[in-house]
């Protein structure tokens, strides 16, 4: 995600995961799947938005009209309330400075943010946001994204992603990400759409679509020409992926860049 050193532990693949095809968890109970060839999707852009350069975007999360966002680094991570239509800025809320804040996901009415190294949940009340830490995880927060009213997702910048019980944050069960029986590392920012789980992966422009019941990369998307070589020099990667229903798009944005762009995914012609 942030910073490369924390990555060190992440580099051991453990046998089991390559013996177990498309994400299997070692669980008897756990279908094994056979490893399917993922298609490739193109980025086609509907819109663009205006978007914060200071903004170390960690999660982005659509509701009624409001794109909110999540933004990191100690001293600077908060909260922020955007106009989904131009992308400005209406309102924000910092976080304290020895938090750094992660990615985020909405819950009825609740905004749930993970935080880097602390392992704190925070809650937000949409109507009148402040910051409660409502439980722990026993990890780093990186992505979020919730499947129902009962059940979130959260990833770690391993291969692994947790579903947990929104009542606990308790695991519920783990599935291991694989394209081509390949553990894939680095997953980060979450959104779910439609039955799949989209991840991009932490320090490229990459996003996977994955199917939440095998841990299989089903298909990939190739994010990597929506910014200029002008925009590029004082950005980071991409790290913010929302759903717009109402535009029957994804809102894709990245650390420190200078838009948001309204997109859809398309098979390749």
């Not at 009209?65 to 100690?74: M, R």
Request: net charge negative.
């Amino acid at each position: 995600m942030h910073i490369s050193h924390r990555f060190c532990l992440l580099l051991t693949v453990f046998p089991a995961w390559i013996a177990i095809s498309c994400g299997g968890t070692g669980d008897s109970s756990i279908t094994e799947h056979s490893d399917p060839l993922p298609e490739t999707l193109q980025v086609i852009v509907l819109d663009t938005l205006y978007h914060d350069t200071t903004a170390f975007t960690q999660g982005l999360e659509m509701r009624d009209g409001i794109l909110w966002e999540s933004t990191g680094l100690y001293g600077s991570s908060s909260l922020r309330k955007l106009d989904a239509s131009t992308g400005e800025l209406l309102e924000d809320w910092p976080l304290p400075v020895t938090l750094f804040g992660e990615g985020i996901t909405i819950v009825k009415d609740q905004i749930f943010q993970l935080t880097w190294q602390s392992g704190l949940v925070l809650s937000w009340n949409l109507e009148d946001p402040e910051p409660v830490i409502t439980d722990t995880i026993e990890t780093q927060g990186w992505g979020i994204c919730a499947i129902d009213t009962n059940t979130v997702v959260t990833s770690n910048g391993s291969s692994q992603l947790k579903f947990r019980s929104v009542s606990d944050f308790n695991i519920i069960r783990s599935i291991h990400v694989t394209l081509d029986n390949v553990p894939q590392i680095y997953l980060n920012e979450l959104e779910y759409v439609d039955g799949w789980i989209y991840s991009n992966q932490w320090n490229s422009d990459r996003i996977l679509r994955i199917d939440p019941a095998s841990g299989c990369v089903e298909a990939l998307i190739d994010a990597s020409d929506l910014l200029s070589p002008d925009d590029r020099l004082n950005a980071g990667p991409l790290n913010g992926i929302a759903w717009d229903a109402e535009r029957q798009a994804f809102l894709l944005t990245g650390k420190l860049w200078p838009w948001i762009f309204a997109v859809r995914f398309e098979k390749q012609l």
